[in-house]
């Protein structure tokens, strides 16, 4: 296994620590995890193109380990009662469904991979997650809601990469 796909798997197993840590209430230990888990997302990725170790594993796994982190974030952060649920309900939808046509593609020996607009949401929803696990630090003082706005953009580019990657992939549906 090459070192990318590494990654892509101490991604996914800093989850359930990441997990437990922020439920006890820790939320700058969580969010240093948190941060931790999504550089080995950059990482794996900068990593496997600069050395040419693309994977199918990697192609499948690295966004699926995004959605689980995020999706184990996001579902923590409305628990605790940070973020609204209707917000991540619309998030989860987006990734479900992309991972539904992914499926729909795999069986068909089609392997998509990741587009821009993905990665753009990904970023977002994690800098997002990031500002609300630091409580909105340094801009709570200055009273600007920098984590609301992320979240916002994060939902907004969610849907928008969603219909994207529908549109460009509706050759799935007839098959």
Known sequence: MNLPNKLTI???LLIPVFIV?????????????????SLTDALDGAIARKYNLITNFGKIMDPLADKLLVTAALVCLVQLGDI?????FVI?????????????????????AAGRSG???T???????????????????????VADGLL?????????SGAEYIYKNR???SM
């Open 10 to 12: 101490l991604r996914i």
């Open 21 to 37: 840590i922020l439920m006890t209430g820790h939320y700058y230990i969580s969010a240093v995890i948190f941060v931790a888990a």
């Open 84 to 88: 609204p649920a209707w917000m991540v």
């Open 92 to 112: 989860l939808a987006r990734e479900f469904t992309v991972t539904s046509l992914r499926s729909v593609a795999a069986s068909e020996g089609i392997v998509i």
């Open 119 to 121: 990665k753009i949401k």
């Open 123 to 145: 970023i977002l929803q994690m800098t997002a997650i990031i500002a609300i696990l630091f409580k909105n630090k340094p801009f709570e003082a200055m009273n600007i809601p």
């Open 152 to 160: 916002w953009a994060a939902v907004i580019m969610t849907i928008v």
């Open 171 to 173: 050759q799935l549906f």
